[in-house]
């Protein structure tokens, strides 16, 4: 994850504390994980955690090496998937929605291995 990422999700988690009491039913939520991700994303470790992961290509099941392409392209769906799913609890968030928000946030606690 570049460092920029990682500079805005920090700045993201810092400011959630302030807005939670302005949002909607889960915001607490959304707030801790962004601060877990931030977290995780700060100091990397040697088994990924924090980082988004994808489900195993059926290539990697025939014990097929992955290209530095595949496995850049792999890395980006699950940033993009881990993102998507944070914007979906935010916007379930806005909408009072809790049970799609909490649905959002077990795909992107999966997606980041949290």
Same mark, same amino acid.
């Given at each position: 994850?570049?460092?920029a990422r990682i500079l805005v999700l920090a700045a993201i988690a810092s400011?959630?504390?302030t807005a939670t009491s302005l949002a909607g039913p889960c915001a607490s939520q959304i707030s801790q994980l962004e601060q877990q991700v931030a977290r995780l994303q700060a100091a990397p470790s040697p088994s990924g955690a924090g980082e988004p992961t994808a489900p195993q290509s059926v290539g990697a099941q025939l014990h097929h090496q992955?290209?530095?392409g595949a496995v850049q392209h792999a890395e980006n769906k699950?940033? +993009?998937? +881990?993102?998507a799913a944070i914007d979906r609890a935010r916007k379930a968030d806005a909408e009072g929605n809790a049970r799609a928000c909490t649905e959002a946030l077990d795909e992107a606690r999966r997606l980041y291995g949290i």
């Open positions: 994850m570049d460092r400011l959630g504390g992955p290209t530095p699950a940033n +993009a998937d +881990a993102d």
